[in-house]
């Protein structure tokens, strides 16, 4: 069972930083975002929604030309999963 998000349409342009501690352990739905090159870093925007589970936040994704669904939680380990899986050639 997938939670619906959460709408909010933030007025104001938010940094990173206060979308994380605002929305905290959850995805965000950002919009008219700002992004750092050469650093491909994500810096501020406006939050459109914001939920429990990326999964709901797809639908809305795809009325947006351009938006970014973003983790506000702690990172595990990206690469535990692949190294897991590997196949090692006898």
């Known amino acids: 069972m997938t939670m ?4 909010v349409s933030s007025p104001e342009k938010l940094t990173l930083e206060e979308i994380e501690r605002r929305y905290r352990d959850e995805w965000v739905l950002i919009v008219d975002y700002d992004f750092e090159f050469p650093k ?4 501020a925007g406006f939050v459109h929604a914001h939920g429990a589970s990326r999964a709901a936040l797809q639908p809305l994704a795809q009325n947006f ?3 970014a669904v973003h ?3 702690p990172v595990h380990d990206p ?4 190294r897991s899986r590997e196949v090692h050639a006898v």
């Open 4 to 7: 619906a998000p959460i709408i």
């Open 40 to 43: 491909m870093k994500l810096t």
């Open 65 to 67: 030309r351009r938006c």
């Open 71 to 73: 983790w506000t939680g």
């Open 79 to 82: 690469l535990r999963y692949w």
